[in-house]
């Protein structure tokens, strides 16, 4: 990570990863400041001396008060509910550079042009697959438990397939049975699609969640990140499996992940 000594600026949404970031950061001694998005009671309680809370309508004073700070490194992390356009503050330069599809319900084509529009500011976006590689899934986290293996079968068999479907840009993550798609991930996440077998998974034996990076998702905003709170929702509904694609996936609190996988009946595969 290419950066002097506390030069990042950290914008943080909800979710757990925010405040793995923000001690990262902190450790390596390149926190500079938190903006909060959203509620983070974790993040807050932690680190208050350095949090101020925005509103993403606000996001022309938001940037205002980066400049202020003469710090150009941006980092985002975790999930921010986007409100209409015609309820953001923007300069009329502004709505040039967002325009009004910034708001279609393609997170790609919303990722790419906030991109755009945070370096029409010279600010400078870190990715987050960048600075959090460490955390990225590998073939050496794999742990294939014994009467798994007909499982572990199945998903190589069908890799070819799965990593067509992700070069799609459809969906990050797919719950496969056996050589059947059962569904695939909507605008409502990850955790709401397996939900939904808290009354199904009674019908299916081998059911395993396929998660990865989709062939246009932005390594600087939308990086796909899976944790303990997903992994207990599949635990709790009798999943047997999570595959990840290697290098593909960031993984909160990785040790404490890999510790819980061991400890279930789930097995990790990294195709």
């Not at 050496?140 to 007909?150: A, E, G, P, S, V």
């Amino acid at each position: 990570m290419a950066t002097f000594k506390n030069d990042i600026i950290l914008v943080a949404g909800s979710g757990d990863f925010a405040l793995q970031a923000a001690n990262f950061l902190n450790d390596k001694k390149k926190l500079n400041h938190i903006i909060l998005l959203s509620k983070n009671y974790k993040v807050s309680k932690q680190y208050k001396k350095l949090v101020s809370n925005f509103d993403i309508r606000d996001i022309e004073n938001i940037i205002k008060f980066i400049k202020k700070k003469f710090i150009s490194n941006i980092l985002i992390i975790g999930y921010v509910k986007l409100p209409p356009i015609n309820e953001i503050k923007l300069k009329i330069t502004s709505k040039l550079i967002l325009s009004k599809n910034f708001f279609f319900n393609d997170i790609n084509h919303q990722s790419k042009i906030l991109k755009k529009f945070i370096e029409s500011k010279n600010l400078k976006l870190l990715s987050q697959k960048n600075v959090f590689d460490k955390l990225l899934v590998s073939y050496y986290d794999q742990i294939i438990k014994k009467n798994h293996k007909n499982i572990h079968k199945y998903i190589l068999n069908n890799s070819s397939v799965i990593k067509k479907i992700f070069s799609l840009n459809l969906s990050q993550s797919l719950v496969m049975d056996g050589n059947r798609i059962i569904t695939i991930e909507d605008i409502f996440g990850t955790n709401n699609m397996i939900k939904k077998f808290k009354s199904l998974n009674n019908q299916f034996k081998n059911l395993v969640l396929i998660k990865s990076v989709k062939k246009d998702q932005i390594n600087e905003i939308d990086f796909p990140i899976i944790g303990n709170q997903t992994l207990e929702l599949l635990i709790k509904f009798n999943f047997k499996a999570v595959c990840l694609v290697n290098k593909s996936i960031i993984i909160a609190n990785k040790k404490s992940f890999i510790e819980k996988i061991y400890q279930s009946k789930l097995s990790l595969i990294v195709i």
